[in-house]
């Protein structure tokens, strides 16, 4: 059994973020960054196969230099290798773009199952994963948050509006997105980084891939216009006066809003 | 408050491998994670630690990282540090738990032990399965250990160990314990199990300092141990003396860890505290005591470092791990009392950290070697005349 995992590199949740000089993205130097949070999950659960029985754990991310960092951390945890699309005419790219990327290389490596996050912290599009399986013509699973059998056909369930569950069963080949919480994910051992070190990390450009001219800003649909912070104060009412009036308006408002 | 970050002005960072960096981060997150939630509950009970996370410490690697096969990671000495730096920006007990398995008891076994001892021991202590402790100190003596007291006599086939060892890191949560005994032949160690006739061990109360860390005393009365349980490689004051060289390159970088979250602590707090219509990092008296705090941790940081890539090289001498240990634990305690300074009267409570790492590093000045011990050593090293 193989499994491709997805993985993005995304500012830390603690990073402080300033708007870049043209105003179309944040400031990324000296930014500190991590893994995608939703991706750990998609790792640890494509671990937790691979442990149950055997499996090999390819993981795959688009980015610059610094993506080695968590390839090497998602090789530490126990992934087996890696593959790094380090390219700068991949920058601009739509989610489309990144993933015809992906897509490229889940037909070049076709996996039995693809697992990724359900969307990235940084873009909140959760565009990417379903359009790779359309591009690879497998069914696909959303907001996973159980995964059973890993033989034969996978049961899911996933997670819908209001908390009510969707028990799904996909044939595979088949790609899941799964969302936070489905397990607990693993830290990347001492001895695991140290064997990390020996594990290949493959790295590729789009033209390698055979998608050169599908990518970038070029030919992109969707372009960044413009990034913003909201003004500042908008909307919100400072209640003023002793505690039980503040607390009296508060219910007062409360209901009024109809919350209660 | 956020995720602590680390400490960082010079670039130092630059000067770490890939792989070193991933075992700080990797390190980081599970003490922010899993440790630091649970430090109050066990510092306010008096001496205890939070057994369950010692599993999943052993998972993690920690237990002996920088030592070879038996299922150690074989990491270099700077990741190392930079393990143990993170372990202790969480708390002196949780860095004293893993120096003392890896450096006081794995080590010994590791370099003087017989090939059945390391496999006996070796794999239940990296894997958290077996705790040791580590007995040198005694009621009457420790930095004048040469005077000890406890003897063995050597019966035929076995010993008879008898004394009493005191102030022993997890003594009563110990299956096994390193006991270094004098003997005619001069000092010599010896692996004495939990449930041997004649072997007590008792934990001291009331303690100021290092609260979430177990410390003991332990009595052998006619403790009857066979030959093979004496460590055959380890002679002289060599055996003991070249483990605390290991422990205390630990602490050096330790120091440093304990040092950082202070001053992470105090800066984020100025900066959000409102003193005289501003905020107190606003302030000429609270920006000196800050960039006092960073500039000492900056150098510490250099010290450790360049310490941890000689001994990689294979050219340490103890002086030097003596001079990082002495630096690094006093910087880092004098931070600690400005940063609980600059916390006015919150920084008397354990919702906050600073008082507790003072409180810590009291001890981590007077174990392994006081501060003034290690002066003396220091002395002797540039003046060639003993004073110690
Ligand atoms: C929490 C805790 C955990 C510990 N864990 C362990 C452990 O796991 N295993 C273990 O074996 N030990 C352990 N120790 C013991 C520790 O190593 C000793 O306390 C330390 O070596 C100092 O010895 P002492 O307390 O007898 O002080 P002393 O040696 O009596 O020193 C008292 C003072 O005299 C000074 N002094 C000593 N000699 C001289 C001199 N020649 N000239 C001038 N000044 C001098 C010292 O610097 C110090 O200020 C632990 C201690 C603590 C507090």
Redesign the interface.
């Known amino acids: 059994m193989k499994i491709v995992v997805c993985l993005k590199q995304v500012p830390?949740?603690?990073a402080r973020l300033d708007i870049n000089g043209d105003g179309t993205w944040i400031q990324e130097d000296n930014l500190?960054f991590e893994i995608n949070s939703y991706d750990t999950y998609a790792l640890e659960e494509a671990l937790r196969i691979k442990d149950a029985g055997e499996a090999e754990v390819v993981v795959v991310s688009i980015g610059p230099d610094r993506v080695?960092?968590a390839l090497?951390?998602a090789l530490?945890m126990g992934a087996d290798r890696a593959v790094h699309v380090n390219d700068s005419a991949v920058e601009g790219s739509d989610a489309l773009g990144i993933a015809k990327v992906l897509a490229a290389i889940v037909k070049a490596e076709s996996p039995d199952l693809v697992v990724t996050g359900l969307m990235s912290d940084d873009g909140n599009f959760s565009a990417v994963p379903p359009m790779i399986a359309e591009l690879c013509d497998m069914p696909s699973a959303t907001s996973v948050l159980k995964v059973d059998g890993a033989n034969g056909s996978l049961t899911v369930e996933r997670e819908l509006e209001g908390g009510a569950m969707e028990v799904v069963e996909l044939p595979k080949p088949c790609l899941l997105a799964v969302q936070t919480g489905l397990n607990q994910v693993r830290?990347?051992?001492?001895?695991?980084?140290?064997a990390?070190?020996k594990k290949p990390i493959d790295v590729k450009t789009a033209a390698d891939l055979g998608v050169g001219d599908q990518v970038g800003a070029g030919a992109a649909k969707v372009r960044m216009e413009k990034v913003y912070q909201p003004p500042k104060g908008e909307g919100a009412e400072l209640l003023e006066g002793s505690t039980d009036d503040v607390v009296g308006s508060l219910m007062n408002k409360v209901k009024e809003l109809g919350l209660l | 408050m956020a995720d602590f970050q680390g400490v960082d002005f010079l670039r130092l960072d630059e000067l770490l491998s890939e792989e070193e960096k991933l075992a700080r981060e990797s390190v980081r997150e599970f003490v922010s994670k899993e440790f630091l939630p649970r430090i109050q509950e066990h510092v306010r009970q008096d001496g205890s630690f939070p057994m369950e996370l010692v599993a999943p410490m052993a998972e993690l690697g920690l237990f002996g990282a920088n030592l070879h096969g038996w299922g150690c990671a074989g990491m270099n000495n700077v990741a190392y540090g930079l393990v143990m730096q993170e372990l202790e920006r969480g708390d002196s007990g949780l860095r004293s738990f893993a120096s003392v398995q890896g450096s006081l008891v794995m080590y010994p076994i590791h370099s003087y032990g017989s090939d059945a001892q390391k496999d006996r021991w070796l794999p239940a202590l990296q894997s958290g399965q077996a705790i040791g402790c580590f007995g040198l100190t005694e009621p009457d003596f420790g930095s004048h250990i040469t005077a000890m007291r406890t003897k063995a006599e050597r019966r035929g086939d076995t010993w008879l160990l008898n004394g009493t060892k005191r102030w022993i890191t997890n003594g009563t949560l110990a299956e096994v314990a390193v006991i270094w005994a004098s003997t005619d032949d001069g000092i010599r160690g010896f692996l004495v199990e939990r449930g041997t006739p004649g072997f007590e061990a008792r934990d001291i109360k009331g303690k100021f300092s290092l609260r979430a860390s177990v410390t003991s005393e332990l009595f052998l009365r006619d403790v009857e141990v066979p030959e093979s349980s004496r460590l055959p490689k380890a002679e002289g004051m060599r055996g003991p003396l070249s483990c605390l060289t290991q422990a205390r390159y630990g602490i050096a970088w330790g120091a440093l860890g304990a040092a950082m979250a202070c001053y992470d602590e105090a800066l984020e707090y100025s900066k959000e505290r409102i003193v005289a219509g501003g905020p107190l990092a606003g302030k000429q008296l609270t920006q000196q005591k800050l960039v006092e705090m960073l500039a000492e941790i900056t150098k510490g940081q250099l010290v450790a470092w360049r310490v941890g890539r000689i001994k990689d090289e294979g050219n340490l001498d103890f002086a030097m791990v003596s001079l990082a240990k002495r630096n690094n634990v006093d910087v880092a305690l004098r931070i600690a009392r400005e940063a609980r300074d600059l916390l006015g009267a919150n920084g008397i409570v354990d919702d906050y950290q600073s008082m507790r790492h003072m409180m810590n590093l009291e001890t981590v000045r007077t174990y392994e070697g006081t501060h003034d011990v290690h002066t003396l050593i220091l002395g002797e090293k540039i003046t060639g005349l003993r004073a110690l």
Do not use: F, N, P
């Open positions: 830390h949740s603690d500190k080695t960092q090497r951390t530490g830290y990347a051992s001492l001895k695991g980084i140290m990390a070190k």
